[in-house]
């Protein structure tokens, strides 16, 4: 093997290494609780609370960080939510309020192409398939795709 292909191959082995280390397995029993982060628009209707067609529970601990921003306030915000997930349920600890850009940060279960109901509109999260993982992406201008996700260093 040549010295070039060679050192392309332990790259590619380093790489696929570390993506594997810094990325987390679903919640298991052994593994129950999981953080998560997500941001998109909030729909917030009967004291329901989701973000992208996915249920998030507000409790009384769960913290507005701006002044401006509570449960009369939330339906059809831009968002960034931060909790855990815990025997199927996503428990909100922290809300904000965000502007809408091109960079999200998301945390969570990767499938089938899929983050919190973004659809991947490249190959960026096939390494990250059935994990859960914290990544940057680019959203795009419809908010209904993302791309070029890679792992939040």
């Not at 594997?20 to 209707?45: D, L, R, S, W």
């Not at 249920?55 to 855990?84: C, I, M, P, Q, Y």
Request: net charge negative.
């Amino acid at each position: 093997m040549s010295p070039i292909l060679s050192r392309s191959a332990a790259a590619l082995a380093i790489a696929l290494s570390l993506s594997v280390a810094h990325a987390a397995t679903k919640p298991t029993p052994q593994n129950p609780i999981q953080p998560f982060e997500v941001e998109g628009v909030a729909h917030y209707e009967n004291g329901v609370l989701t973000v992208n067609g996915v249920e998030l529970e507000l409790g009384h601990n769960s913290k507005f960080e701006d002044w401006w921003l509570n449960r009369a306030t939330l339906n059809g915000r831009w968002v960034k939510v931060e909790g855990f997930h815990q025997s199927g349920r996503f428990q909100v600890d922290e809300v904000d309020g965000e502007n809408r850009d091109n960079d999200v940060e998301l945390m969570g279960w990767v499938s089938d192409g899929t983050l919190w109901g973004y659809q991947a509109s490249d190959e960026s999260l096939d390494p990250f398939n059935h994990q859960w993982v914290q990544l940057d992406c680019t959203l795009s201008q419809n908010s209904h795709q993302i791309s070029q996700c890679h792992l939040d260093n």
